[in-house]
Structure formats: structure tokens, C-alpha cells
């Protein structure tokens, strides 16, 4: 089946910087591609949806200057978070969509941990 | 609006038991229903999925779920449990395969020896 990889699998940083996490299609073309977050032992909560070439859509409660994403190809979409907080540490996931077959792919995740 | 409930944040089945997962969704199109699986640490692995074709679907490691529209369920059913079947399990839905998906809270299955 189709893969979808994320950079990195885990990151620290310190509270203040920005962290920067890329989600790949590896052997298809993703039009489209969705960022998810998941706290400890809750579900995923969508982000904001990803569209090559033109501005993510953010869902209501997200901040779109905190959370800036772009989808520069149909490879590749990265997800930076800005000026991270502890409250931002999470697992993040991305998913890819694959039109052709009409399927979503999820990435591995990124567990982020700010101190 | 679409959204999934899924009843029973934990539940605790013996091994070789049969495993019933009750998941509930609204929808206002025809929905594109998904069971994912999350062991700890990782990422999401489907297990099945429902696209309008037949409506009991078969997944892999032995799980399977069958649509009912008049209920608007979609349970996961495994006839007997795994000691490694133990994860989290997600019910999500979706208006196309391809589209947003949206997640149940997820319910944590136990297994005992």
C-alpha cells in the first residue's frame, strides 16, 4: 500500500523556538493532505486541511499563525510550529490523500515536547 | 455535520472471547465509515473500511464490521481475542475516502489472560 512518512518521529525543544515537521506521499501524488493532533489518550483532532498549491484551511480553535502550514508540492506538506509552548507538546499525525484510490494515508506521527 | 460516538472508552474481554466494539455515527450523506487501530506509541493502521459496497466488511487480523443504516452503526466484531489485539480503536468517519476524517474518542481494548 501506499506510504506516507514523517520527519522527524520525535523532536524536544525548548519553549520560545520553532519546530518545523515534514509529512511526505513516498510513491504517490497527494493533492491534498490533512494535519492531525493528538494529546495524551484522546482522540485525533483535525487541524487544518492542506491543498498543493493554495492556503491551508485551518478548523475553528486552530491558530493559523501558530500552526503555519504549506503544501509546496504534491509530495510534500510541513507543518511549523511557531513560538512552541509547553501546551503545544503533542503527537502529530498528517494524512495523505490518494484520489486515484479514494483513500486517506496516515503518516507514523511526530511527538513533539516543548520545555 | 458528521460525527462518531463510540460507547465505552474501555473494555476488557478474556482471551479467546469474542471482542464487540460499539460505534454509532451521523451523517447527513452517506458515509464512508473506517476502523483504525493505535498501539502505544505509534501511528494510526487501518483496519477496514465501509464505501457503500457490501455492507459487512472484512478487515485484517480477523476484525470485521457491519453497516446498519436503520441503527447508523458500524460495530467491530473479532470472534475470538488476541492477547495482542490489545490497542486503542478508533471509529471514524468520512464524506468521501479521501476526504477529512472525522474521530471517534476511541476506546481502549483489554485483553485478560
Known amino acids: 500500500g501506499a506510504v506516507v512518512s514523517q520527519h522527524p518521529s520525535w523532536v524536544i525543544c525548548k519553549s520560545g523556538t520553532s519546530v518545523k515537521i515534514e509529512c511526505r506521499s513516498l510513491?504517490?501524488?497527494?493533492?491534498?493532505m490533512f494535519w492531525y493532533r493528538q494529546f495524551p489518550k484522546q482522540s485525533l483532532m483535525l487541524m487544518a486541511t492542506s491543498n498543493e498549491g493554495s492556503k491551508a484551511t485551518y478548523e475553528q480553535g486552530v491558530e493559523k499563525d501558530k500552526f503555519l502550514i504549506n503544501h509546496a508540492s504534491l509530495t510534500l506538506s510541513t507543518l511549523t510550529v511557531t513560538s512552541a509552548h509547553p501546551e503545544d507538546s503533542s503527537f502529530y499525525i498528517c494524512?495523505?490523500?490518494?484520489?486515484?484510490?479514494?483513500?486517506?494515508?496516515f503518516g507514523p506521527g511526530t511527538r513533539l515536547l516543548v520545555l | 455535520a458528521q460525527s462518531v460516538t463510540q460507547l465505552g472508552s474501555h473494555v476488557s474481554v478474556s482471551e479467546g472471547a469474542l471482542v464487540l466494539l460499539r460505534c454509532n455515527y451521523s451523517?447527513?450523506?452517506?458515509?464512508?465509515l473506517f476502523w483504525y487501530v493505535q498501539y502505544p506509541n505509534q501511528g494510526l493502521q487501518l483496519l477496514l473500511k465501509y464505501t457503500s459496497a457490501a455492507t459487512l466488511v472484512k478487515g485484517i487480523n480477523g476484525f470485521e464490521a457491519e453497516f446498519k443504516k436503520s441503527e447508523t452503526s458500524f460495530h467491530l466484531t473479532k470472534p475470538s481475542a488476541h492477547m495482542s489485539d490489545a490497542a486503542e480503536y478508533f471509529c471514524?468517519?468520512?464524506?468521501?475516502?479521501?476526504?477529512?476524517?472525522?474521530f471517534g474518542k476511541g476506546t481502549r481494548l483489554h485483553i485478560l489472560p
Open positions: 510513491d504517490f501524488q497527494a493533492t491534498t
Open positions: 494524512s495523505a490523500s490518494d484520489r486515484g484510490q479514494e483513500t486517506q494515508y
Open positions: 471514524a468517519v468520512s464524506e468521501k475516502g479521501d476526504d477529512k476524517i472525522i
Open positions: 451523517s447527513s450523506v452517506p458515509p464512508y
